[in-house]
């Protein structure tokens, strides 16, 4: 069966700070692979997503960014962390094969930026 | 770019009475929809999914809801809603080609005896 594994759960970092999250699934192949940033009264907000390695798609101007070295690795990083940059993400993966499937989420991971 | 509303940010239900959580959608296509729930302290989990054929979609849990292309809309209904129910819900769209997935900011279901 499917997996995913995201890391760190909780993370507190000061501002200036780089950062690195880490996303690994497991029991399948070439899925597609998101990150969403969750925060109270905007929902589930997409960061990121790739339809394959080194295909990233950016979906809001930030201070982040992602990378998929391997097919099934997705990270998060910051070179330099912001106040801003304090939230609670999400990543997630779906089947690819041109029709949409579940969402599937890990863990997440909390981020507070001092 | 595709979007999804959720206008009711927080909404209170006593058991047993019905509900609607309501969800509009911008995209310029044929949008695939989807609800997912948020229960307390547990992940995000898929309710439903429309894709194609018949707008009116079951899923788990005893929640449907009905794809009216004419308002843009794809609302989630349950005829009787239980104490378990109270939890975060979330309409999402998909893009038809570049996997891309876009929640709203989610309605918050309160649940009283």
Request: a neutral charge.
């Amino acid at each position: 069966s499917q997996t995913i594994h995201q890391w760190p759960a909780t993370l507190v970092q000061p501002v200036g700070s780089p950062l690195s999250l880490e996303c690994t699934v497991e029991g399948t192949s070439n899925p597609n692979l998101y990150w969403y940033r969750q925060a109270a009264g905007r929902g589930l907000q997409l960061l990121f997503y790739s339809v394959g390695i080194g295909q990233i798609s950016s979906e809001v101007p930030q201070n982040l960014s992602a990378s998929r070295p391997q097919d099934r690795q997705f990270i998060l990083s910051s070179k330099k962390l912001l106040l801003s940059d304090s939230g609670f993400y999400l990543c997630a993966w779906s089947e690819t094969g041109g029709r949409y499937g579940e969402l599937f989420f890990g863990e997440g991971s909390r981020l507070t930026v001092l | 770019a595709q979007s999804v509303t959720q206008p009711d940010i927080h909404i209170t239900v006593s058991e047993g009475a019905s509900l609607e959580l309501r969800c509009n959608y911008s995209y310029g296509a044929t949008p695939y929809l989807f609800w997912y729930v948020q229960s307390p302290g547990q992940g995000h989990q898929l309710l439903l999914k429309y894709f194609s054929g018949d707008t009116l979609v079951q899923g788990i849990k005893g929640f449907e809801a009905e794809f009216k292309r004419s308002q843009s809309s794809f609302n989630l209904r349950k005829p009787s809603v239980h104490w378990s129910d109270a939890a975060e819900y979330f309409c999402a769209v998909g893009d038809g080609g570049y996997q891309k997935v876009t929640f709203g900011i989610g309605t918050k279901l309160q649940v009283i005896p």
